[in-house]
């Protein structure tokens, strides 16, 4: 089953279909609207498609798109053979999976025609019902029609309509424009329509929501009114300056709201020609804030540490293997790795409690975090074991760190309950080695050094 955001896509891709063909200027009004019911049949996955126009009891279609030797232009039934009789006594929308299993059961449309899947919906032309535009089929259609579809099926209606209602005042070069801006503005994505300058010509409703500035805030001004800085603007150009004018583009760009707020959006688009001398970029704009936040949340659960929000284990075993491996690449770089172990911890737990334990162990991290620069990695290895990797350190630097954090450590006092807990913390120490053949050979020689601390009366420092 599709999920929703395929579902929407899917609509995406036969709007931008109805946009194609409203830019086509050389075929005549009647093939227009069959090249419309095409892309209507294939977004339902249906066999017929028809506008119809209604007068009386008189059913005739108007442009059909079917099978060969099946229906054609101009055929008249009676309404009252048609599912459309009932479409338009309800006014709305009529979707129905499997009329055998509906309550629609025994429908001439059925009885005569084999009909069995049909959605249609009623066409206005100057506010008065003109007649439909719908799709059937002798199959059971595989999905259930659900709101997604209803939607599409009355943005259609409404696009046949607007098509019908301005064929006998428009040219054709202004009716495409019309079918364009309806499609643009009802479009599920934010629209945006820049020029070739990046000046903003279009945008829909759906965008404005999305950046929170409004439609005159935004036509005429340059597309750097969303962007986060002149950095992120002029990447976002050169990327579509090296583009193939023939490709799709897609981007991924974090946006600056007029609120001040940063979403992240993806952008798809197509480059098009306007006029002989203008080109434009039409995109089609997703805000994916959310599923970048929940991606972001699931990669800081699969790395961190829960309670002290250091590193875990196993990410920290990653990074020194990459460590060992650059080190191995670049003879004269030296990186030192150093191993905590907070001293006689179970006596804190057993005293005090595993409450009070955590609490020791979350300040111990903060302590770690505040000597740390950029380039170093902390991680909790252990129930108290801690370590860090230090780029770029020899071991000389590296122990001038280790002895400040073992000093502030024991200098530390935390009061829990008006008690006061001092602790402290044995630190082992070595540098990598061109012999390590992996992080394991590392962690060795730092966890015996700081086997030999915890053996020389803890509270110190001991390197290998």
Same mark, same amino acid.
């Given at each position: 089953?599709?999920?929703?955001?395929?579902?929407?896509?899917?609509?995406?891709?036969?709007? #931008? +279909?109805?946009?194609?063909?409203?830019?086509?200027?050389?075929?005549?009004?009647?093939?227009?609207?069959?090249?419309?019911?095409?892309?209507?049949?294939?977004?339902?996955?249906? +066999?017929?498609?028809?506008?119809?126009?209604?007068?009386?009891? %008189? =059913?005739?279609? /108007?442009? &059909?798109?079917?099978?060969? #030797?099946?229906?054609?232009?101009? &055929?008249?039934?009676?309404?009252?053979?048609?599912?459309?009789?009932?479409?338009?006594?309800?006014? /709305?929308?009529? !979707?129905?999976? @499997?009329?055998?299993?509906?309550?629609?059961?025994?429908?001439?449309?059925?009885? %005569?025609?084999?009909?069995?899947?049909?959605?249609?919906?009623?066409?206005?032309? *100057?506010?008065?019902?003109?007649?439909?535009?719908?799709?059937?089929?002798?199959?059971?259609?595989?999905?259930?029609?659900?709101?997604?579809?209803?939607?599409?099926?009355?943005?259609? !209606?409404?696009?046949?309509?607007?098509?019908?209602?301005? #064929?006998?005042?428009?040219? +054709?070069?202004?009716? !495409?424009?019309?079918?364009?801006?309806?499609?643009?503005?009802? *479009?599920?994505?934010?629209?945006?329509?820049?020029?070739?300058?990046?000046?903003?010509?279009?945008?829909?409703?759906?965008?404005?929501?999305?950046?929170?500035?409004?439609?005159?805030?935004?036509?005429?001004?340059?597309?750097?009114? =969303? =962007?986060?800085?002149?950095?992120?603007?002029?990447?976002?150009? %050169?990327?579509?300056?090296?583009?193939?004018?023939?490709?799709?583009?897609?981007?991924?760009?974090?946006?600056?709201?007029?609120?001040?707020?940063?979403?992240?959006?993806?952008?798809?688009?197509? &480059?098009?020609?306007?006029?002989? @001398?203008?080109?434009?970029?039409?995109?089609?704009?997703?805000?994916?804030?959310?599923?970048?936040?929940? #991606?972001?949340?699931?990669?800081?659960?699969?790395?961190?540490?829960?309670?002290?929000?250091?590193?875990?284990?196993?990410?920290?075993?990653?990074?020194?293997?990459?460590?060992?491996?650059?080190?191995?690449?670049?003879?004269?770089?030296?990186?030192?790795?150093?191993?905590?172990?907070? /001293?006689?911890?179970?006596?804190?737990?057993?005293?005090?409690?595993?409450?009070?334990?955590?609490?020791?162990?979350?300040?111990?991290?903060?302590?770690?975090?505040?000597?740390?620069?950029?380039?170093?990695?902390?991680?909790?290895? $252990? $129930?108290?074991?801690?370590?860090?990797?230090?780029?770029?350190? %020899?071991?000389?630097?590296?122990?001038?760190?280790?002895?400040?954090?073992?000093? +502030?450590?024991?200098?530390?006092?935390?009061?829990?309950?008006?008690?006061?807990?001092?602790?402290?913390?044995?630190?082992?120490?070595?540098?990598?080695?061109?012999?390590?053949? *992996?992080?394991?050979?590392?962690?060795?020689?730092?966890?015996?050094?700081? =086997?030999?601390?915890?053996?020389?009366?803890?509270?110190?420092?001991?390197?290998?």
């Amino acid at each position: 089953m599709p999920n929703k955001l395929q579902i929407i896509e899917r609509q995406n891709s036969a709007l #931008q +279909e109805l946009n194609e063909i409203a830019a086509i200027s050389d075929i005549s009004p009647i093939e227009t609207l069959r090249k419309a019911l095409e892309i209507g049949k294939n977004y339902f996955g249906l +066999e017929f498609g028809i506008v119809s126009h209604i007068v009386g009891e %008189d =059913y005739t279609v /108007d442009v &059909q798109a079917s099978p060969p #030797q099946t229906l054609f232009d101009g &055929q008249l039934f009676a309404l009252g053979s048609t599912y459309c009789k009932t479409t338009l006594e309800i006014d /709305d929308v009529l !979707a129905i999976t @499997d009329v055998t299993k509906s309550k629609y059961i025994g429908h001439p449309c059925h009885r %005569d025609f084999n009909l069995v899947s049909y959605i249609g919906a009623p066409i206005r032309v *100057n506010s008065k019902v003109y007649g439909t535009i719908n799709f059937s089929s002798a199959q059971t259609r595989h999905l259930e029609y659900d709101k997604i579809d209803d939607e599409f099926m009355k943005l259609l !209606a409404r696009w046949a309509g607007s098509f019908l209602e301005r #064929q006998s005042v428009l040219d +054709e070069l202004s009716l !495409a424009k019309h079918r364009f801006e309806m499609i643009f503005e009802n *479009n599920a994505s934010g629209i945006l329509l820049i020029d070739s300058s990046c000046k903003i010509l279009m945008v829909n409703k759906r965008f404005c929501e999305i950046i929170g500035f409004s439609k005159s805030e935004l036509v005429g001004e340059n597309a750097i009114i =969303y =962007y986060l800085d002149d950095i992120s603007y002029e990447n976002a150009r %050169d990327k579509i300056s090296n583009t193939d004018k023939s490709s799709y583009l897609y981007l991924e760009h974090q946006l600056k709201r007029k609120d001040g707020k940063l979403i992240w959006c993806e952008f798809m688009g197509s &480059q098009m020609d306007l006029t002989d @001398d203008n080109k434009a970029i039409l995109w089609s704009i997703l805000d994916v804030t959310i599923q970048k936040e929940m #991606q972001e949340k699931l990669e800081k659960q699969a790395t961190m540490d829960y309670l002290t929000e250091l590193y875990n284990r196993r990410y920290f075993t990653n990074r020194l293997e990459e460590e060992v491996s650059r080190i191995k690449r670049d003879k004269n770089s030296t990186t030192s790795l150093m191993i905590f172990d907070l /001293d006689k911890f179970k006596q804190i737990n057993d005293s005090f409690g595993h409450l009070t334990g955590d609490f020791v162990l979350k300040e111990f991290a903060e302590i770690i975090k505040r000597n740390l620069r950029k380039t170093d990695i902390a991680g909790r290895v $252990g $129930g108290e074991e801690f370590a860090i990797i230090l780029p770029n350190t %020899d071991i000389t630097n590296a122990s001038v760190l280790a002895n400040r954090i073992r000093e +502030e450590v024991s200098s530390n006092i935390i009061t829990i309950d008006k008690k006061d807990i001092n602790f402290t913390v044995s630190i082992g120490l070595t540098a990598l080695s061109l012999e390590d053949n *992996n992080s394991d050979s590392a962690f060795l020689r730092a966890d015996n050094a700081l =086997y030999m601390a915890k053996a020389k009366g803890r509270n110190r420092l001991e390197q290998k």
